[in-house]
DNA sequence: TTGGGATATCGGGAAAAATCGATATACATT
DNA sequence: AATGTATATCGATTTTTCCCGATATCCCAA
């Protein structure tokens, strides 16, 4: 867990915005036709058209929030489904109260 | 409490590194003459020659870290001591965990 | 009230991040 | 095999951050 990495993988708005909408899939995106959101997820397509920016821009952040270890993604099909990594915020709490 | 000023805040090496060192200032800084750690904190000028930068870009990182919350400081005479506050490592400890 | 020391602010050059369009890759369907 | 769709990667431009030196401000002591 690099804190460096991941403190700035959250200094952005539309990271942040993305954080918060997956944390609520079901109230935030409409139904899926191939995947379940507790399982794997919201696909790229789906969080870029909540987000207004482009697709490249998009799946530029995920990648980011991927490897800052916030985020996990799974491949179904032609499409890549991310979800939150709740254990990681809990780690990231906890470090925060204890070692920051 | 603005999430994305903290992490912005929290996005660089020098100041994580500050906020470690001000976590125990005994172990870290030589005793100071006009203030106690306790009451105050440490004086910019101690911080600047652990860190190996300029004068101008500590007292700016200090700013950063006072402005989003995360450090309070004392004027004493010619001096201005920084520590930390406490309180807002809890609260974005909670936020984590919790709203992030 | 003048000089010196501590800190803050200003202006700038270099490095990194944000964001885009274009293109590549990967998979599914026909 | 060819086409279409979803995502990833590349290259480029703009914006932001990093970090410095120079200067200004603030406070103390002589």
Redesign the pocket.
């Known amino acids: 867990m690099d804190q460096l990495e991941i403190f700035?993988a959250l200094?952005?708005k539309?990271r942040l915005q993305i954080l918060s909408w997956l944390k609520e899939p079901e109230k935030y995106f409409p139904e899926q036709e191939h995947a379940d959101f507790e399982k794997v997820g919201v696909?790229?397509?789906q969080i870029?058209q909540k987000c207004g920016?482009?697709?490249?821009?998009v799946?530029?952040y995920?990648?980011?929030l991927l490897k800052a270890g916030l985020l996990e993604?799974t491949?179904i099909?032609?499409?890549?489904?991310y979800k939150r990594n709740e254990k990681a915020f809990e780690t990231l709490s906890d470090l925060v109260k204890t070692t920051l």
């Open positions: 700035k200094s952005n539309s696909c790229v397509g870029q920016l482009t697709q490249s821009t799946s530029e995920l990648g980011i993604s491949r099909g032609q499409w890549t489904y």
